[in-house]
């Protein structure tokens, strides 16, 4: 099922928050998972900080969900979250847009060879000639996939996509390693553990957690971030920073608790099944991922997920076509994100 993307966006005027001001109201909703926010929410860290979350969709206010670089730019909404290569997009089309606060410092994923090629697809060099199941070819999975193999000395197009549909996806993948038509995966919660327990793969890479990350790329990888236009940033700087000190504190809650604390402070909006097993069960399987401690960005780690970026052609689609059109070639690593708000966070909240 294709990820929406959400955004967060004002609709009072962001000025200076004081103790008698009425709360900025922030729109907000999910990109896929959404725990960060709706848990600061409802810890009581937003009101704590003069704001007010409200949802909003992409897709009300731009015609594709992907476009959330317009949607800031154009002052439609003031911050989104959503992966920080959204903002390497954003340059390609004269669209700026800056991350403000580090959520995720791992992707989260998983790279998985079928158990019965465990003895010959020891590392990326490997998938020369392969069929690997990575999702559509614009999306995470497939950048990092890409990366590995060219890192490992492939070039590009070295080993051929399969199963790209979302519809059916688990049954395809799960077929296609019994009956060999699949070699390698690559996949993100719930597909990695539903395919796990099928006992057909074995893991080559972790790349759930930083260290598993930086062992197998380099750097940490910048994953969901708060992004927004540095327009925004340099008119209000005041609510950009009540929203990433509300930000804060919800991830060192998710850095101290448990997963059935955490979900003991998440509105019924969370759980998307009946079972809240199931939902209690990813959220334990992606904390992980979360950034510890320190929530700022580095430059190796944003050199990395530029690196993936460029390893990618992307596919055909018309989200593919758009985040490899390259209109505004010019690219300033250090433009694309700020941790002035962030560090004075982590500084000033005991």
Known sequence: MKTRTWILAGFAAAAALTAVAAPVKIRI????????????????????????????????????????????????????????????????????????????????????????????????????????????????????????????????HSYTPVFPETEGRLQAVTSGLRNGQVDVVTFLEPMTSAIEATGLVTTLYDLTSREGTTKALGAAYPGQSILMAPAFIEAHPDTVQHLVNAMVRAMRYINAHSAEDIAAHLPPEYFKTADHQVELQFIRRTLPSFARGDYSFTPSAVGLVIATVHASDFDDSVEGVWRRTVENPALNPAELYTNQFVGKAMKEIK
């Open 29 to 156: 909703t999910d990109n896929g998972d959404f725990l960060v926010p709706l848990l600061a929410r409802n810890l009581g860290y937003f009101e704590q900080e003069g704001l007010e979350l409200v949802r909003l969709k992409t897709t009300d206010v731009e015609p594709e969900d992907f476009l959330i670089q317009d949607a800031l730019t154009a002052g439609k909404a003031d911050a989104a979250y959503h992966w920080f290569q959204h903002t390497i997009y954003g340059t390609r089309h004269n669209l700026p847009v800056k991350a403000v606060i580090l959520l995720n410092d791992a992707p989260g994923a998983k790279v998985l060879i079928a158990a019965r090629l465990k003895d010959q697809i020891r590392s990326a060099a490997d998938f020369k000639d392969r069929n690997v199941a990575e999702g559509m070819g614009y999306a995470t999975k497939s950048m990092l996939t890409n990366y590995l193999a060219v890192q490992a000395g492939l070039p590009k």
